[in-house]
């Protein structure tokens, strides 16, 4: 309805990242394909060239194919800056060298754009997850498409994704972990090439149409029933709710089935989106099913700023830096 | 048409093993349940009581929720009673401790079957995976049952499951390593109970009638397209042949699909039957998919031998074990 447009700064250098988690295969091969592509890519003659650095984050443990070697990577990246404690665990020092090589974290010199690109064995599609809103213009009509929302600030946030200006990961199921599926591995490969056309396009000076954008936000994680001296879950997804990511979750809906067959329904008292349902790497963080809310968000039209917008913004970067 | 019924031993002990593989979580959890349940059962009444073993196989992987520790424990019992070499890697240890309690192998003590759990990430349903060809009278409406052979001797023989006098392994999935599904968890847990069923039926007395069955024999294993200098892969299996296990492979069909878009097709010289394809674990096996030729086998009707008959089997093995 408004005819505002509000302009954002050119995003001229963007990196794609994989194998942050070293078993989710779409992303590794990905990032491996597009290395051996890049030379190609370097020869096509741009008018406004797009700088893309391609990344491997955790090689350790993509050797090993795990998911990390002593601890999360996509969780090191609170202190991103901060010094390096002696006997860090490899994926404090390989976080560290991200951020020197994509940051520093909050720092002008950081990459515009990163792009963490993940797995999961939840049946979700493809989803951005966004600390920040925003939207890409293209649809891909094999693939559902959804954006989820965490909200924490860029300061507190522990993902890779958060070294760059903006950053979002791309996540992709179901695959299992260690596995590559093509259907997967595809989605994933057209989902990085519509990005990249994206910021191509809006740093060529494109004015994008504002308009209305579904977004889950996430508002609470719910365990598994476990037993109370060992630990051990007892009971698995009911059979009505796997697989079916962002379906609504009404009170009382079947959502565990014991593994002696009786089924534990949801108590919570409103409708929630399910979402990360079943994922194999959150049962050791005590995550069956993440809830979330959905909102519909009105998004501005955007577009590049000017270059003179562009120099009056690095000056008042400049004086905010000398407070 | 024969008339003839072939008589067999009693089955008095079974036993049935979860976790062989620690991440192949149906299994771990079907055994935690059952051991809980273990009480109950045994203070059923039964005229013929049967004695069933539940077994954690590989707890070390378990608790990692990895295949292994150090080596395929289920590639560990071809020499299941040889002498246990210095510096043994955790499995082959562990591989002795189960062949003295399920075993030993080869000898009259061994118990009567084993049944050993497992998930594949591929979409083969619920498989028996033999070394003889048996059959289960009792079908499963919801889930597609099939007989795999594998054509080695009981000597030659790596796999758990060879450690009983009888033994197969039950494969269900498609699941991912590391999660466990309501379905195939249920699938199994219906599976193993009517196997033990069967058992009951069949040392009672009962005779079981013969008749037609397809068995699947392995003919060969297929690995992905490898880098000549890296040995990573360069191509998923194709999106037109994944999930479609025992789904006839004909020569100059599509098999494989490169990470760049290209299709790579089957040049066998006969059609065959594909199974695990895709499977998680089978990445570093160097195996894509396996294939097979499907046969059917005349199984004919079976009892058990009646007493006389065994006391007469009996003092064949001594006299056999004299020579």
Chains 1, 2 share one sequence.
């Not at 565990?256 to 009786?262: A, K, L, M, N, R």
């Not at 049962?283 to 809310?293: F, W």
Request: aromatic share 8%; hydrophobic share 35%; proline share 6%.
């Amino acid at each position: 309805f408004s005819s505002t447009v509000v302009c954002l700064p050119r995003l001229p250098r963007v990196a794609v990242c994989g194998g942050t988690h070293g078993n989710e295969l779409s992303g590794v091969y990905l990032v491996r394909e597009l290395l051996k592509a890049e030379k190609k890519v370097m020869e096509k003659e741009e008018e406004e060239p797009l700088s893309v650095l391609m990344v491997l984050s955790n090689p350790r443990a993509m050797q090993q194919c795990r998911r990390y070697v002593d601890t999360d990577l996509n969780r090191c990246f609170t202190h991103a800056n901060g010094p390096i404690p002696d006997d860090a665990p490899y994926e404090i020092i390989r976080s560290r060298e991200l951020n020197a090589t994509l940051g520093p974290k909050g720092n002008p010199e950081a990459v515009d754009l990163v792009c963490d690109l993940h797995n999961t064995t939840a049946n979700m599609g493809l989803c951005f997850i966004l600390r920040v809103t925003c939207r890409f213009q293209r649809q891909m009509p094999d693939v559902p498409m959804r954006y989820i929302h965490f909200d924490v600030s860029n300061k507190e946030s522990y993902s890779l994704d958060s070294v760059g200006k903006h950053g979002f990961a791309m996540e992709i199921g179901p695959q299992p972990h260690g596995v590559v599926r093509s259907n997967i591995y595809t989605a994933m490969k057209v989902g990085v090439q519509h990005m990249l056309d994206w910021v191509r396009i809006f740093n060529s000076g494109t004015i994008f149409e504002g308009g209305c954008v579904d977004v889950f936000t996430m508002i609470k994680h719910i365990d598994y029933p476990r037993d109370s001296e060992t630990r051990n879950i007892t009971a698995a997804i009911h059979p009505q709710v796997q697989d079916r990511d962002f379906c609504l979750l009404h009170p009382e809906d079947p959502l565990f089935q014991t593994f002696s067959g009786e089924t534990l329904r949801y108590k919570g008292n409103e409708p929630l989106y399910p979402f990360f349902i079943n994922e194999c790497a959150y049962y050791e963080k005590g995550i069956a099913l993440s809830l979330a809310r959905k909102r519909r968000v009105m998004i501005p039209a955007i577009r590049v700023q000017t270059e003179q917008q562009q120099q009056a913004n690095k000056q008042e970067f400049a004086s905010e830096e000398e407070e």
